[in-house]
């Protein structure tokens, strides 16, 4: 059992780093891989799609104060990714995020649909452990109920107390979370705005 154990943890953990690794990848198909989480609607103006192209080297590359970008001319898309630094404000959260630009030429300027992408283990992993925490408090409750302790003032207490404890864990998930997103968010922004910059030259 526990070999057992531990091979499902080692390809537990060999499964999250593989998804990691193919998220921040830079080609066709790894560009479109990700949870999607955000998009939103923009447009580059005074550039066309020619004059895009001339930003970035020949392999599509174009490295950012703060992140990197490439182009794919066949399929009209830009994926940027930030930097990652292990040490100060630049560690790495477990919901890392990378943009999914598409392009489509529109007059004297660019339509953009801007989508925001996650890894599915962090997207999968996080949906896990709400359910297993609301799971677990509702089935909680559900054997003192079929035990009778709810009854007794003594099993009430106990019941408060279990939602309670499955409260503070939802809530400090739930903060961890949105404090994590909203910081990669903010990275985000930044490399988005960096690029906007370089392929309208002009300051944001």
Not at 33 to 49: E, I
């Amino acid at each position: 059992m526990i070999l057992a154990g531990l091979f499902a943890g080692i390809l537990c953990l060999g499964l999250i780093l593989g998804d990691w690794l193919y998220f921040v990848r830079l080609t066709p198909d790894a560009s479109r891989y990700g949870c999607g989480v955000a998009r939103t609607q923009d447009r580059f103006t005074q550039v066309t799609m020619a004059q895009l192209a001339d930003r970035f080297d020949a392999n599509g590359l174009l490295t950012l104060p703060h992140g990197t970008a490439r182009f794919f001319p066949s399929l009209g898309q830009i994926v940027i990714r930030q930097k990652y630094r292990l040490v100060a404000i630049g560690f790495r959260t477990l919901w890392p995020l990378k943009g999914l630009i598409a392009l489509t030429p529109e007059g004297d300027g660019i339509s953009v649909l801007y989508r925001k992408l996650m890894p599915w283990s962090s997207a999968l992993f996080t949906g896990i452990w709400f359910v297993l925490v609301l799971v677990g408090t509702v089935g909680a409750l559900i054997a003192l109920f079929l035990e009778g302790e709810l009854s007794s003032a003594n099993g009430v207490v106990l019941a408060l107390g279990i939602v309670g404890l499955g409260f503070v864990f939802v809530l400090s998930a739930a903060i961890t979370v949105v404090f994590a997103y909203r910081l990669e968010i903010a990275r985000l922004t930044v490399v988005y705005q960096e690029l906007r910059e370089v392929l309208e030259g002009v300051k944001s």
